[in-house]
Each structure stands twice: as structure tokens, then as C-alpha cells.
């Protein structure tokens, strides 16, 4: 398999007040070699919900908070046409 390199989008610190672009870094990484029974998808689209912003807080909440340096994780919601 060709060497794929994935985009996301990194909690750098956390926002005080409105989020901005500083608040975030892009990285580029390479993903691991896919194993036996796996597949690749494309993201074709994204959503950008209120609790969100929650997540980029220390305070508790229903939703775990992103952690500083990492990705914003998400269930997969998929359709068949």
C-alpha cells in the first residue's frame, strides 16, 4: 500500500474566550499500514457542534475534555445510498 498522509487538526491550548486559529495546529501524519479486515475511509464531511467548544474547556461536563496536543475524536456515522 502507498504511504498516505492524513490531516488533523491539534488542540494547541485552550481557548479563553471565542476560540481562534491560534488556539489550533494542523498536522500532517502518516497512518500505519492498514492490517488484515481493515479499511480506509474518506471524510467527506464534518460536523461542528455546540458541545465542542465544552470539550476545549477544563471544566466538567458531560463530555471528557480534548486533551492539550491532541485531536478531537468522533463516532462514525455512515450511510449507504
Known amino acids: 500500500m ?3 498522509i492524513n490531516q488533523r487538526i491539534v488542540l494547541a491550548k485552550r481557548p479563553v474566550g471565542e ?3 491560534s488556539d489550533f495546529r494542523i ?3 502518516e497512518l ?3 492490517k488484515q479486515g481493515e479499511i480506509l475511509l474518506k471524510t467527506i464531511y464534518l460536523s461542528l457542534d455546540p458541545y465542542m ?9 458531560y463530555a471528557a475534555p480534548v486533551k492539550r496536543g491532541k485531536y478531537v475524536s468522533s ?7
Open 2 to 4: 502507498k504511504t498516505v
Open 19 to 21: 476560540p481562534k486559529h
Open 27 to 29: 498536522e500532517q501524519v
Open 32 to 34: 500505519n499500514e492498514l
Open 53 to 61: 467548544r465544552g470539550r476545549m474547556s477544563d471544566a466538567s461536563s
Open 75 to 81: 463516532d462514525l456515522i455512515w450511510h449507504r445510498a
